[in-house]
Each structure stands twice: as C-alpha cells, then as structure tokens.
C-alpha cells in the first residue's frame, strides 16, 4: 500500500506545485496587464494634453483669422464710401472678366 501512496502524494505534490506556479503566473500576468493600463493611461493623458494645446492653438488663429476678415470688410466698405464710382468700375471690370473667363 505504500507504493501507492508515493505515486498519490507524488501526484498530490505535483497537483500543489501546479497550483503555485498557475497562482503565480496569474498574479504576473494581472501585474502586467495593471501595468499596460497604467502606461496606456499615461499615454492616453498625453495624448489628449496635446491634442488640447492644438484646439487651443486653432482657436487662437480662428480668432485672428476672424479679425482680419472683418478688418478687411471694414477697409472695403471704407473704400467703397470714400471711391464708389471707382469700386462699381472695379466690380463691373472683374464681373465681364470673369464673365468672358467662364464663357470658353
């Protein structure tokens, strides 16, 4: 009978070894995974400070891009008052060119 429980408390012991290294693999593995999302945070984080800094630059040249669109209207409208037989020249000289432009 002793023979067979040497195989039994060999199995035993394997069956335990098994469960140790599969507990330690487990708690490697979650260690890993705890530490991918950590750095996919991190990562994530820095991504979107960027992405911050570029809205905020576009809004920026949004502005200036609007303020120099109404500076030049107010020039126009400016010019228009002070010359407007000449602008309504200018605008009928670039309506037939462009008119004879599209035409062929």
Do not use: C, F
Not at 12 to 27: I, M, P, R
């Amino acid at each position: 009978m002793e023979e067979h429980q040497n195989p039994e408390e060999a199995a035993k012991s394997v069956q335990k070894h098994l469960e140790s290294a599969t507990g330690d693999l487990k708690e490697a593995a979650s260690a890993k995974i705890e530490n991918i999302r950590q750095a996919a945070g991190q990562k994530a984080d820095e991504l979107r400070g960027v992405a911050q800094g570029k809205v905020e630059e576009l809004r920026g040249a949004v502005q200036n891009a609007k303020s120099q669109a109404k500076s030049w209207q107010a020039e126009g409208e400016a010019y228009v008052r002070e010359n407007p037989s000449k602008a309504v020249l200018v605008a009928l000289g670039v309506g037939i060119l462009l008119g004879l432009l599209l035409r062929k």
